[in-house]
């Protein structure tokens, strides 16, 4: 199994629409998660940290099932600005070392 | 706003060249970490450093591989032997403490292309 799995898409949705993703993870020792958003051929940039009681930012919604191992983000009033990779991310453990595991990624297409 | 930067952007080299792609991390930061991503795949981490020593490496991280701190600002990969399979863009990354949850922010990155 795949430390962190993500649907590929691509997502094609019309300006304005809400969209979710879902990434499940393998390590339940996993302390810290994350979604990071990458433009075509830039560095992955964090979006927001994913906290278990849920968190929002804007237009923008994470939440974590620890029981399931299920991240998700919702976006709503998708932008033509938000077309890019979103990157299900997480930490293995809670020191300071602990390296960053990616999913794949997930294309996001807002179209006008 | 602090950012990482890295050196060059882009490296063109022949098999069997030695490279060495440069990072200055965040100036206060004290973890430094080396993750590479191959064209249509995921990030994958390399390396991380802690105190002048590498702390966890991964099994891409072979004997061609090697990081230095030769200062105190800059943050040096060394691939002794390119191969083919070593094109790929290079992320330096960074953190400030010793919590996993602090975020770590990327470096612009570097695509190594050989020849």
């Known amino acids: 199994r795949k430390e962190v799995e993500q649907d590929p898409g691509p997502f094609n949705v019309p300006e304005g629409a809400t969209v979710a993703f879902n990434c499940t993870y393998s390590?339940?020792?996993?302390?810290?998660f994350f979604w990071y958003r990458q433009d075509c051929r830039k560095e992955p940039k964090l979006l927001m940290s994913?906290?278990?009681s849920g968190n929002e930012d804007g237009r923008f919604t994470a939440q974590l099932n620890r029981a399931s191992q299920y991240i998700s983000l919702l976006i709503r009033d998708s932008k033509l600005s938000d077309s890019a990779t979103y990157l299900c991310v997480v930490n293995r453990g809670n020191s300071g070392n602990t390296p960053l595991v990616f999913g794949k990624g997930t294309r996001l297409s807002v179209i006008a | 706003e602090p950012e990482v930067t890295q050196t060059p952007s882009h490296q063109v080299t022949q098999m069997g060249q030695e490279v060495i792609l440069r990072c200055v991390p965040i100036?206060?930061?004290?973890?430094f970490y080396w993750y590479r991503q191959i064209l249509g795949q995921k990030v994958e981490f390399l390396v991380s450093?802690?105190?002048?020593?590498?702390?966890?490496k991964s099994e891409i991280f072979d004997d061609q591989f090697s990081v230095e701190r030769p200062d105190g600002s800059n943050f040096t990969l060394k691939i002794r032997s390119t191969k083919l399979e070593d094109s790929a863009m290079y992320f330096c990354?960074?953190?400030?403490?010793?919590?996993?949850?602090?975020?770590?922010?990327f470096g612009p990155g570097t695509r190594l292309t050989v020849l």
């Open positions: 390590n339940s020792a996993s302390q810290s």
């Open positions: 990354a960074s953190h400030p403490r010793g919590r996993g949850t602090d975020t770590q922010y």
């Open positions: 450093f802690y105190n002048n020593e590498i702390s966890e």
């Open positions: 994913v906290y278990s």
């Open positions: 100036s206060n930061h004290l973890y």
